[in-house]
């Protein structure tokens, strides 16, 4: 059995039920990303709200941590992992948290005690010193020389942060085969922490003080990752049972040994296992270039790049391979992952065919960049990031294996100048509909603002945009419409659409001021939130729209205009789906 099984099967054991894992990305929080511990979604049950499962909770949390991004490569980061973790929700507290975590390290996994060392709260003006603690841990057979105290350590999450927060007591694993000394000493490397038991009775409130919680609550930590290896008795995460045939399988694609292609390997073992974790995740997301998304997009064009430096074939499938291997492990513990396998598979295949397209000549353009050994200025970041799809990180990647630097500050000053015209396009949630830049997506672009003009004639006047999404394979258009369409209206709006595309429209683009954009007449969603200086784009003179394009130059680039579906999206709100043909 693994550890996520003998440990979810020890708590059910002492009363626990066990929860299933929240999505990465958090449901009520948007101050963060992605989930980054086992506790984040309890937050609200530890401030004391009831839970639906009761006061007793076991259960393996996906969580993603990509502050620790540019470290993978190494032999124990991952941006990917699982915690395990039980709560007491003002149920139990130390006693049985310390006796638990104990038999289960013990009896459960088997660890020698002469292995094991633990550090409690030395005690500050807040909190006295955990003895009750420490005496659990003597009662248990852990010897004093083994119980080291901190202050800043043995406080989680530390004592700046607000928030929950609580005196903890760590539990170490002496790893090396060297004999072990007496006395434990925790800045000692070859102890590693290996489980955290927090005790957590506080809120540190946005003013400094803290308050005690309703309940005494316990919260633990254990990362499945690490603690398998260790017990394992691998130095490198990436040997351990969790990663070692994934490993061999890239091993077997590239024809090459793991030895001395051990960062590329984990780096594209490491990324694709996260990739498929977000995009099989409930909250859906896909590649792009905000938020979760570039995130997404970021890992999946870095693993592309490692592979292609091990002369990994780009172009075939042995992404999708790695994945379904992936997903075999996992999907008996995520019911997202059996769902999703094609989605997943869906979103890798699409980004690679986008990233393909322009790796090559990016890395060729690179190449050209930095012939004369020259740092990367913010113009040529800029390009590459632009036209070849290099996130920026990718580029100071290849420039530090040369030992180049790239001007990031100018970068994201150009970037941010991008963004602010973009935005004219993105307000709030409306991000002009545009998934990516492709050719085909902005042919789909340009149809939208045609489709909405030809809505405005045939519908009225008072038809406006509400949504719009578009992907390689249509576009899906939501207005403001009262009624059904009829056949007629659909069929003049889809003419009246061809004909302008037969008209061959010149597209152009021009800056001005917001105030004098809306008195001319253009069409714009959420005005106030657009900058001062927007861009408007003018199909000939039937169409002029408040947008951060890109669009076609003219109408004759984009075939033959269909309406394939006409359906209610919501109240007074109408959908077409249509096609390029
Ligand atoms: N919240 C603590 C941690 O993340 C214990 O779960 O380490």
């Not at 979810?8 to 990303?33: M, W, Y």
């Not at 007491?88 to 060392?117: M, Q």
């Not at 102890?191 to 409130?205: A, G, K, P, R």
Request: charged share 30%; proline share 3%.
């Amino acid at each position: 059995m693994n550890l996520k099984d003998l440990y979810i099967d020890f708590f059910v054991s002492k009363g626990h039920k066990q929860i299933p894992s929240a999505p990465v990305v958090p449901e009520n929080d948007n101050t963060v990303l992605f989930n980054t511990a086992g506790m984040q979604p309890i937050t609200p049950y530890l401030k004391g709200k009831p839970h639906p499962y009761g006061k007793r909770l076991c259960d393996y949390q996906k969580c993603i941590r990509t502050n620790d991004l540019d470290s993978i490569g190494d032999s124990y980061h991952h941006t990917f992992f699982e915690m395990l973790g039980n709560w007491s929700l003002g149920d139990y507290f130390k006693k049985e948290a310390i006796t638990w975590s104990f038999e289960f390290l013990t009896k459960v996994l088997n660890i020698p005690v002469n292995r094991l060392a633990v550090t409690i709260f030395a005690g500050n003006e807040i909190a006295p010193k955990d003895i009750e603690a420490k005496e659990i841990w003597m009662s248990l057979g852990i010897p004093e020389n083994r119980i080291a105290e901190t202050k800043e350590d043995n406080w989680w999450p530390n004592l700046e942060l607000p928030g929950l927060c609580g005196p903890d007591s760590e539990m170490f694993y002496f790893r090396s085969s060297d004999e072990i000394p007496e006395k434990f000493d925790p800045e000692d490397e070859r102890w590693v922490e290996i489980w955290n038991d927090v005790f957590m009775q506080y809120n540190h409130n946005e003013d400094g003080s803290m308050q005690l919680l309703q309940n005494k609550n316990v919260d633990t930590g254990m990362g499945v990752e690490r603690v398998t290896a260790i017990l394992e008795g691998v130095n490198d995460n990436y040997l351990s049972s969790i990663w070692k045939d994934i490993i061999d399988l890239i091993c077997k694609i590239s024809n090459l040994p793991y030895e001395g292609n051990e960062k590329s390997m984990r780096i594209i073992a490491d990324h694709i296992r996260t990739s498929v974790f977000i995009s099989a995740d409930y909250s859906s997301i896909k590649p792009s270039n905000v938020g979760q998304g570039y995130i997404l997009r970021r890992l999946i064009r870095r693993a592309i790049r490692h592979a292609k430096s091990l002369n990994i074939d780009i172009s075939s499938d042995w992404d999708s391979k790695i994945a379904c291997a992936i997903m075999d492990k996992y999907e008996n513990y995520y019911s997202e992952i059996k769902e999703n396998r094609n989605v997943v598979l869906e979103v890798l295949k699409n980004e690679k065919e986008k990233f393909n397209r322009t790796l090559e000549k990016g890395l060729r353009e690179f190449e050209k960049i930095t012939r004369d050994n020259s740092d990367i200025d913010a113009q040529n970041a800029f390009k590459l990031y632009d036209t070849y799809g290099f996130p920026i990180e990718l580029t100071i990647e290849l420039a530090s294996e040369r030992n180049l630097k790239v001007d990031e500050e100018g970068f994201k000053e150009k970037f941010k100048k991008h963004q602010e015209l973009s935005r004219t396009a993105s307000a709030g949630q409306f991000k002009g509909g545009l998934g990516g830049n492709g050719e085909i997506e902005i042919k789909y672009h340009t149809a939208t603002h045609l489709l909405n003009a030809a809505l405005k004639q045939v519908v009225g006047s008072d038809v406006h945009q509400k949504g719009s999404n578009i992907t390689t394979e249509r576009l899906r258009f939501d207005f403001s419409c009262d009624h059904k369409l009829s056949e007629e209206e659909k069929l003049k709006t889809e003419e009246l659409v061809n004909k302008w595309i037969n008209e061959k429209l010149d597209v152009t683009v021009k800056e001005m001021n917001k105030e004098d954009a809306i008195k001319s007449g253009a069409e714009c969603m959420f005005i106030e939130k657009y900058p001062d200086v927007v861009t408007v784009y003018s199909i000939g003179n039937i169409s002029h729209e408040l947008c951060g394009g890109p669009h076609v130059k003219n109408t004759s680039e984009l075939g033959k205009f269909k309406i394939k579906k006409e359906e209610a999206s919501s109240a007074g709100v109408r959908r077409i789906k249509a096609v390029l043909e």
